[in-house]
């Protein structure tokens, strides 16, 4: 059984209809990119699957309970976890106490609490800014923080929302390594992205969202191939590049 | 760093409750005792609603109202079912905390600045309602006889809660009131509460989205909140023996409570306690050199207060300790 299963996804804003009838599924420890055009669907699919939205048609299931408009913290407590496209740190928290939000989730104790944030502030590579105020981060910073408050809270679906946006290539090819060893330590993980070099050598399917609607899903190689997807989003000079 | 920074801390807090206990013994003058108590009945307050307004980031501009239901609750037990306030303290604070819930229920749903207004909207419909009310004492409102001894002397009373010769007691028991404040706002600052209250203030969608139930959290801080505020009022009551709607209902002293918090430091375990001791004397020596207009004139300062702490320092008298020693 699928750990994620998206049927019939609607989501409609008065006359808007933001996402149509999209289906796919996520299975444990893929890694499954979410690509498409701005204004496709992509984080109005995360905000229904998490709890921020409810959806107008459709139904989810998560690890076997059916999770359709369940309010966000069940929905993390059932260990899913999500960041976001623009960034939310806390800023008044120290960076520790960021994670320890998170650790917090798992344990009522804040000795176990710190330590846990302290390890994945180590496996974040943010260990050294422990004290510092979340606020003071740089952007890149901000969303390994914010990924690492996330990873805190034990989930095993990590949803990761545009983490390589702005960010630049030595950045990137760091974030990129960190999604790797997150998945290495047994976590599933749904990710959108518009950074092509970045999304398609890590994934291990690709869904592609236009207008609301899935045009294509399949391994990166088919994707990268499909004129659907090329003539709405990839453009010709990425046809079959990957 | 941080754990020299909290026994620092403690510390300074011993020292703190030290001086203050000695206090009394070396200055004896009522009109100090007297002033030194509304330091921390404000201090207390205050820090009641730090719990809510500076930690969670709630601001309720209507905290007066639990303040009324202490006192009224155990002096109308009291005068109804001759209860002793001890007891009537703890039905106070329990109503308080129904109270709080109630109201809390519906309005938290509502965004920070809704929030706000409507804790002014119950204060002022709980005044309307308290000053029209005779059953419990209207307008005028209650006076708490004093209990005599064999002479017929106002007497000194543990068990009514009444010291009429030597008001020490009620010292001890505000200073008490405030440095239990003072140990729970510490505790909720290390554990786990507090932690949700902080990421609760500063992005309410983020905290969910890490399993924080947002509304039970926002609840549990206004309970707190209440129950502190509703002792406070019990003390008052039975400090004064005497209470009637406009000392402990009035928006201004809503606000007062709030403004003692933000001047001193909201979300700091100090700030409020800095604050009162800042504010409190300030106020009582505009109202006793400016004479009969005094009562405006404070306002107007607590109202410049405002708007130079929002301008220049948002933190506080804490926040700017923190900038002279260039964190």
Redesign the interface.
């Known amino acids: 059984m699928a750990l994620l299963e998206i049927r019939g996804l609607t989501k409609t804003f008065g006359g808007l209809t933001a996402i149509d009838d999209v289906s796919f599924r996520v299975e444990e420890a893929e890694i499954v990119g979410l690509i498409g055009p701005n204004g496709a669907g992509k984080t109005t699919v995360f905000n229904c699957v998490s709890g921020f939205y409810e959806p107008t048609r459709g139904r989810l299931h998560f690890a076997g309970h059916e999770i359709t408009g369940w309010a966000p913290h069940r929905v993390c407590r059932l260990d899913m976890a999500r960041t976001f496209q623009i960034v939310r740190t806390f800023s008044d928290l120290s960076v520790l106490e960021n994670v320890m939000v998170g650790a917090f989730l798992r344990t009522g104790n804040r000795a176990q609490a710190e330590r846990a944030a302290r390890h994945v502030l180590e496996l974040m590579g943010l260990a050294a800014k422990a004290e510092m105020r979340g606020g003071s981060l740089t952007i890149a910073e901000k969303k390994r923080l914010e990924m690492a408050r996330a990873l805190a809270t034990k989930p095993r679906l990590l949803m990761l929302d545009e983490v390589m946006a702005g960010l630049n290539p030595a950045e990137r090819q760091a974030a990129v390594e960190l999604v790797r060893q997150v998945r290495a330590e047994g976590i599933t993980i749904l990710m959108v992205e518009h950074v092509m070099e970045v999304i398609m050598p890590i994934s291990d399917r690709i869904v592609v969202l236009n207008y609301g609607r899935k045009i294509a899903e399949g391994r990166p190689e088919t994707i990268a191939r499909d004129d659907q997807v090329i003539a709405a989003y990839l453009g010709e000079k990425y046809r079959g590049r990957h | 760093?941080?754990k020299t920074h909290c026994s620092g801390q403690t510390l300074i807090a011993l020292a703190l409750a030290l001086a203050l206990v000695v206090f009394p013994f070396i200055v004896s003058s009522p009109v100090t005792r007297n002033l030194m108590i509304l330091i921390f009945l404000y201090a207390g307050l205050a820090q009641a609603w730090n719990i809510v307004g500076g930690f969670a980031g709630q601001v309720s501009l209507g905290n007066a109202i639990f303040f009324a239901v202490g006192g009224y609750t155990s002096t109308l037990l009291l005068q109804h079912a001759a209860l002793s306030p001890w007891v009537g303290a703890i039905a106070g604070a329990m109503l308080a905390m129904i109270l709080a819930l109630v109201v809390g229920w519906p309005v938290f749903r509502l965004g920070g600045h809704y929030f706000a207004i409507a804790t002014i909207a119950i204060g002022e419909i709980a005044l309307a309602l308290m000053a029209n009310w005779e059953a419990v004492g209207g307008a005028r409102g209650l006076t708490i006889p004093f209990v005599r001894d064999s002479s017929g002397r106002p007497a000194d009373t543990w068990v009514w809660f009444q010291f009429n010769q030597n008001k020490l007691p009620y010292y001890f028991i505000a200073l008490a009131l405030m440095f239990t404040l003072a140990g729970l706002t510490a505790w909720l600052d290390?554990?786990?509460p507090g932690?949700?209250f902080?990421?609760i203030?500063?992005?309410q969608?983020?905290?969910?989205?890490?399993?924080?139930?947002?509304l039970r959290y926002k609840l549990l801080a206004f309970v707190l909140s209440a129950a502190f505020t509703a002792l406070l009022g019990t003390l008052y009551a039975q400090y004064l023996l005497f209470i009637d709607p406009e000392s402990t209902l009035a928006l201004r002293l809503s606000v007062l409570i709030a403004l003692v918090a933000i001047l001193g430091g909201v979300?700091t375990v100090w700030g409020p306690i800095l604050g009162s001791f800042v504010l409190i004397p300030l106020g009582e020596l505009s109202r006793a050199h400016l004479g009969g207009s005094g009562r405006a004139v404070d306002l107007i300062i607590y109202g410049a207060l405002i708007v130079l702490i929002s301008v220049f320092q948002p933190a506080g008298l804490m926040g700017l300790g923190r900038r002279l020693r260039g964190k």
């Open positions: 760093m941080k290390r554990n786990k932690f949700y902080r990421a203030k500063n992005d969608d983020a905290a969910r989205s890490l399993g924080v139930n947002v979300g």
